[in-house]
């Protein structure tokens, strides 16, 4: 069994944090995928339903507290492995998230536990170094490696690609970038390649830039759902609608997910470190330890600015997500606040009720 799990990804790395007095009770199993109030997950074998227990669901107080495809789990299995209950999450490698969409501030789970992430943008319209540097943070918080995919290259010519390719390796100069095109299938075979046995992988990026097709050129058949472009707006239309781990035929695991329209995020102070490195030392050679890098005198960064070191686009974006992600992290703390007393006034209910 034990040989089973790691052709699932079960490395040392969990084998070391093991819970001894979980591990004595239940087996273990990777989630598969989340469903709405449930989920499918596999210890090597089948895929299995799996629902939480209730000590599970009472210990919950946030969203990040439930498991997410890609997770490790502690189970029990029955009838013939026919479903399963989930009793605890193992310590997560990785956890790539970003906030809720919309007004809520909270935490949406993406995925678990995974070593690569391929960001995709398509070569015409869809193409936005903006959007490209919020799924760089996203990723980088995460301590994922991030692979920059442009599909659709032979919808233009060669030299409008290696422009495009200079202005990404511009702002993420030590990440792969391939540009690649499910219709003639050019460079499918170089991302392939670098898929690694017992590593997890997922596919980040807008509805419409070719995910899905991709993860079907690499598994080889038509297996998942894809939907055409809008011809009037150049958009894609949803068509995975939640996250699925597959294993490839090389052994690797690849999730794809749905695209993101909004790519909020919270309390991302090292993603943004690491995404605007040049801006962070730039800021070193400012005059004022506490420079705000907006209006002083001897600011190295407005002055980088000044004569094109640094893009202006690049810092506003920079100063933007900075601000974002503090609100959000006040935001979230002030809810986090009311949930805990409003959990805690339930439970005193219950306890109350049951004397």
Not at 35 to 51: L, P, Q, R, V, W
Not at 52 to 62: A, D, I, K, M, P
Request: charged share 25%.
């Amino acid at each position: 069994m034990m040989s089973d799990l790691n052709c699932f990804g079960y490395s040392d790395w969990f084998k070391s944090r093991v819970d001894e007095v979980m591990i004595a009770a239940h087996d273990i199993a990777r989630v598969v995928a989340v469903h709405k109030d449930s989920y499918t997950i596999t210890k090597g074998g089948a895929e299995i339903f799996a629902e939480l227990s209730g000590n599970l669901l009472y210990r919950v107080e946030s969203s990040q507290d439930l498991p997410t495809t890609g997770d490790w789990v502690y189970a029990d299995f029955f009838d013939n492995d026919t479903h399963a209950i989930i009793y605890g999450i193992f310590p997560r490698k990785t956890l790539l998230q970003r906030k809720t969409a919309g007004k809520t501030v909270d935490f949406q789970l993406i995925a678990a536990n995974i070593d690569v992430a391929f960001i995709i943008q398509s070569l015409n319209e869809n193409f936005n170094l903006r959007r490209l540097e919020r799924y760089l943070v996203m990723i980088n918080e995460s301590g994922i490696e991030p692979i920059i995919l442009l599909s659709k290259c032979d919808l233009i010519p060669k030299d409008k690609i290696l422009e495009i390719k200079q202005k990404v390796l511009a702002i993420a100069p030590h990440n792969l970038v391939l540009e690649f095109s499910n219709l003639n299938q050019e460079n499918i075979d170089q991302v392939i390649s670098l898929l690694k046995s017992e590593w997890s992988y997922c596919l980040l990026g807008s509805s419409g830039v070719g995910k899905t097709t991709l993860l079907n050129r690499i598994i080889g058949s038509e297996k998942y759902e894809t939907q055409s472009v809008s011809k009037i707006q150049s958009k894609g239309r949803h068509t995975t609608t939640s996250r699925q781990l597959v294993r490839l035929k090389n052994g690797a695991m690849i999730i794809d997910t749905p695209g993101m329209r909004e790519l909020g995020s919270i309390s991302i102070d090292e993603g943004l470190d690491e995404t605007f490195s040049e801006i962070i030392e730039l800021s070193k050679n400012c005059k004022f330890s506490n420079c705000s890098h907006t209006n002083e005198k001897g600011c190295a960064v407005l002055a980088a600015i000044e004569v094109d070191d640094l893009s202006e686009k690049r810092y506003q974006n920079y100063l933007k997500m900075k601000k974002e992600s503090t609100f959000n992290e006040m935001s979230y703390l002030e809810k986090r606040k009311k949930d805990r007393q409003f959990g805690k006034m339930v439970k005193s209910i219950m306890k109350n009720k049951q004397r």
